[in-house]
């Protein structure tokens, strides 16, 4: 039996075929990311913010502290990643160190590190990530290094990860590097410190300041924790 169909007839087909692709491939792409993010809430994250408080960092020619903008670019990967459905803790949400001056007490800077380093184990912190900025004296130093545990291989894979994703902003690729912060060599910690550029040199510095940028960077920050928390999950 042959069925002669009109053109309405075969338009209307045609239609009806193309909202139920749409339709099925929309759903398959919502429950895909509703997958995703259900198995990405069961990660907690720290990221901290360096410096703070008593402790301003490094700073440029103008007196703009390091520690204001770790802060800056830490509160906007928290927001970036929690929109993803990672759990998040924050080593500090404002203007504050993590371990106050005490008379005849020495070591502050020792006690403050550990505080954040405490932080990440109490709240069984996958990894943590401490953030930071540069100062050199060649002022023509500029750019935006990972550096991570050389003890650690989920370390360094996070640090490559993060460091392909800040590469992308920068005028030429750098590659992550072995470092020996305290931050990241605590064992049982994972850890990545991630120094966003140079205050000591005048045009990165100007950048850092800019909310724009800071944006940017924050972006390719939460970008290499996803791709690395990505293929954490497919991989349990
Ligand atoms: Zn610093």
């Known amino acids: 039996m042959v069925i002669i169909l009109s053109k309405p007839m075969v338009r209307l087909i045609l239609f009806i075929t193309a909202v139920v692709c749409v339709g099925m491939s929309c759903l ?16 907690t994250l720290l990221i901290d913010p360096g410096h703070g408080g008593v402790d301003g960092g490094t700073q440029d020619s103008y007196g703009n502290l390091e520690k204001n903008i770790n802060l800056a670019i830490g509160l906007k990967v928290r927001e970036q990643l929690k929109a993803s459905g990672l759990q998040i803790v924050m080593t500090r949400e404002k203007d ?85 912060y305290l931050i ?6 994972t850890g990545v410190l991630i120094e966003v550029g140079f205050l000591s040199n005048p045009e990165e510095a100007a950048l850092l300041q800019q909310e724009e940028y800071q944006s940017k960077l924050a972006l390719a920050i939460s970008r290499g924790i996803l791709h690395y928390c990505r293929r954490f999950v497919t991989q349990k």
């Open 28 to 43: 398959g792409w919502y429950f895909q990311s509703h997958r995703t993010q259900g198995s990405l809430s069961r990660l």
């Open 96 to 180: 504050t160190d993590l371990a106050p001056f005490r008379s005849g007490q020495r070591g502050r800077h020792r006690r403050d590190l550990m505080a954040r380093i405490e932080k990440a184990r109490s709240n069984h912190c996958l990894f943590l990530v401490s953030i930071h900025c540069d100062a050199s004296v060649e002022t023509k130093r500029r750019g935006a290094f990972v550096f991570y545990n050389y003890l650690s291989s989920e370390s360094k894979e996070l640090a490559l990860a993060i460091q392909e994703e800040l590469n992308v902003l920068q005028q030429r690729p750098f590659k992550a590097a072995p470092g020996k």
């Open 184 to 189: 990241i060599r605590e064992p049982g910690v």
